[in-house]
Every structure is written in structure tokens, then in C-alpha cells.
């Protein structure tokens, strides 16, 4: 069964960077979009970035020009990097394989001076 492993996340101050990582595992991880999602306390599960196999990226607008999603096909890998974060970015950080019900246990992130 395919798996998903997050790496990365921790306690940084606003305007900081952190760089999430997914290490996948399965035959197909080319073949699927990736994603990273997150769920702040008391909200609803929402996505922050999505991309294709081919490596076409989709943002969520509250994170466009700050975070950039990426993936590394060979190393059946996707990253996130996070720039400029803020204390509303504070939240538990999935990785997600759309299309399919196969999510990481996921990474926290809090922003916070």
C-alpha cells in the first residue's frame, strides 16, 4: 500500500522560511497529482498547493508568491518551501494524493514571535 511521510515542519518566527517535505512510497507517484493541505485548530482541512505530474503548479490565493511547490519524480518526493510565513499559516501540514484516500499523518507548523 502506497504511503506518504512528511518531514520538516517546527516553530518559526513570522517572515521566517520552512521546507516541508513528502517522501512517497508505491509504483505510480509519477502518474499522480500531489498536494499539501493543511487544518488549523477548529478549522476545516483546506489545500495550500497542488501539481501535476508534470510539474505544474496550482496555489491556494493566500499562499501565492510565498510558498512553491515541487516535486522530484526519481526520488518519488514533494516539497514545499514556505517563505514570509505568518501566524495565520499555523497549522498541521498534509501531503495528499488527490484522487485517492492516501494522506500523510502530517507535520506541524507554527509561526509565532
Known amino acids: 500500500q502506497a504511503q506518504l511521510v512528511e518531514s520538516g515542519g517546527g516553530l518559526v518566527q513570522p517572515g521566517g522560511s520552512l521546507r516541508l517535505s513528502c517522501a512517497a512510497s508505491g509504483n505510480n507517484f509519477r502518474l499522480n497529482i500531489m498536494g499539501w493541505y493543511r487544518q488549523a485548530p477548529g478549522q476545516q482541512r483546506e489545500s495550500v498547493a497542488v501539481?501535476?505530474?508534470?510539474?505544474?503548479?496550482n496555489y491556494d490565493s493566500s499562499v501565492k508568491g510565498r510558498f512553491t511547490i515541487s516535486r522530484d519524480n526519481g526520488k518519488k518526493m514533494v516539497y514545499l518551501q514556505m517563505n514570509d510565513l505568518k501566524p495565520e499559516d499555523t497549522a498541521v501540514y498534509y501531503c495528499?494524493?488527490?484522487?485517492?484516500?492516501?494522506w500523510g499523518q502530517g507535520t506541524q507548523v507554527t509561526v509565532s514571535s
Open positions: 501539481i501535476t505530474p508534470a510539474g505544474s503548479p
Open positions: 495528499h494524493t488527490l484522487r485517492t484516500t492516501i
